[in-house]
């Protein structure tokens, strides 16, 4: 396979629409088109797989399984925390995302499903948990990475470190 495709180790430019539902989720018309390095666990293993091989100018659809993208939504991934434990002058509501450190210090995604009395039941999973992904992939770019951007094995986006 020649250094034309899509394949571990290039710099990959993609334009994207994801729909879950019919329902545009994100897209690459309401951000850039996104730049990642392949082979690099930067984006969802499960459209990765399938962009590998593709040329410049190529488009795609792809569906992507639960397990394959944001993982099966999990019923026992909720945690109810009392009140007092939130700062006092911490704004709390439904819907609300926050991110919460677990006992080893991990920052965790959580999402404020529903307060009662002085309890707050927290939600960990992704908010598309348990949804089928559908992805419009086109690759409108491939480079090679610069060394620096291959030993830290993410791009540096206009030069910049992040
Ligand atoms: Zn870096």
């Keep these: 396979m020649g250094k ?21 989720i994100d897209s690459s018309e309401k951000n850039d088109a996104l730049e990642f390095l392949a082979g690099h666990d930067n984006i969802i293993p499960g459209l990765e797989r399938e ?10 659809e792809v569906i992507i399984a639960p397990g394959d993208g944001y993982g099966e939504f999990d019923k026992e991934a ?3 925390v009392p009140r007092g434990e939130f700062p006092a002058d911490m704004k709390i ?13 991990e920052q965790r995604y959580a999402r404020i499903d529903s307060i009662e009395n002085e309890t707050v039941h927290l939600d960990f999973n992704h908010p598309l948990a348990g949804a089928e992904l559908h992805f419009n992939v086109k690759v409108v770019g491939l480079r090679e990475p610069t060394k620096e951007e291959l030993e830290h094995g993410h791009v540096h986006v206009g030069g910049h470190h992040h």
């Design 78 to 80: 909720y945690l109810d």
């Design 4 to 24: 034309d495709t899509v394949q571990d180790g290039q710099v990959v430019t993609m334009e994207y629409t994801l729909r879950v539902d019919g329902e545009v």
């Design 93 to 105: 509501e439904e819907g609300m995302e926050l991110h919460v450190s677990d006992e080893s210090g």
């Design 51 to 60: 962009m590998i091989g593709m040329k410049i100018g190529e488009s795609k």
